[in-house]
């Protein structure tokens, strides 16, 4: 564990994730904290900060300093607050699925942030795995492989087209493994929720090696585990971490979901 005054870091585990102490996000972030911030975000991946009491508008505005918002194309928000979604089912087969969130966008998110509301007496940890990680364990062959490859991502027809959505607006491709924009890293960027096939590809021919890049990056070695408490606030970065729910929640389990809009995948 280590200190910046008042601040306190406890890594998560070997790979991604830590726990900071010591901030209350529902206070205003001068410049200088919002930095230290964003280079533990960067160094991290996933920052959970427990005991933190924020109202939805609180939580919209520490969203505000990473960027624009990113309305959910689809899916009602939350009464009376257009930029936040109340996650509600912990056993969503989409929820459950090691995923990044709406990467059928042009813009998928740059980060997601989660406010615990309701938490069951036991379950409905989060998983989280590190697709940096997963790319670098590849081997150099497969490496050039996918670095050359664009993948085609869908969200939800029948849900889209409930909300007047087209197919067009629902897919994109983006590559296999872009490069974050700020630290040029490459990290895998596929799932099982929005995934659909290899650009130039059929659906059967991109099955065999979208299940091995499926299987690299939910690996235990990659990945840390959430057990939620009363307050817990979490953010990631979409762009370079899967995340599931473990669907074994004994009761209910709600949590406040934002999301920031990121660059075009490059």
């Not at 975000?41 to 919209?60: A, C, G, I, N, R």
């Not at 409905?124 to 670098?136: S, V």
């Not at 473990?246 to 406040?256: E, F, I, K, M, N």
Request: hydrophobic share 40%.
């Amino acid at each position: 564990m280590t200190a910046t005054g008042e601040r306190k870091i406890t890594r998560l585990s070997g790979t991604l994730g830590a726990r900071i102490d010591g901030l209350d996000l529902a206070r205003p972030l001068d410049p200088e904290t919002f930095g230290w911030l964003r280079a533990r975000f960067l160094e991290h991946h996933v920052l959970v900060f427990p005991s933190q009491d924020m109202t939805p508008d609180e939580e919209v505005a520490f969203a505000r300093h990473w960027g624009e918002i990113s309305v959910h194309p689809y899916i009602r928000p939350l009464e009376g607050h257009p930029e936040v979604l109340e996650v509600v089912d912990p056993r969503h087969p989409i929820a459950r699925t090691w995923h990044q969130d709406q990467t059928y966008l042009e813009r998928p998110p740059l980060l997601t942030m989660l406010m615990a509301r309701v938490l069951p007496e036991a379950g409905g940890d989060t998983m989280f795995a590190n697709q940096h990680k997963a790319f670098d364990d590849l081997s150099d062959g497969l490496q050039r492989l996918v670095l050359g490859l664009r993948a085609v991502h869908r969200g939800t027809e029948s849900a889209a087209a409930d909300a007047g959505l087209t197919r067009v607006q629902v897919e994109h491709a983006h590559p296999v493994a872009p490069r974050h924009p700020v630290t040029g890293r490459p990290a895998l960027f596929v799932n099982a929720d929005y995934t659909l096939r290899i650009e130039g590809w059929s659906e059967p021919e991109s099955r065999p090696l979208l299940d091995l890049l499926y299987r690299a990056g939910s690996r235990a070695e990659i990945s840390c585990r959430h057990r939620w408490s009363p307050g817990d606030f979490v953010l990631w970065d979409n762009r370079c971490v899967l995340h599931r729910v473990v669907p074994d929640a004994t009761g209910d389990r709600v949590l406040h979901k934002v999301t920031v809009a990121g660059d075009v995948p490059a």
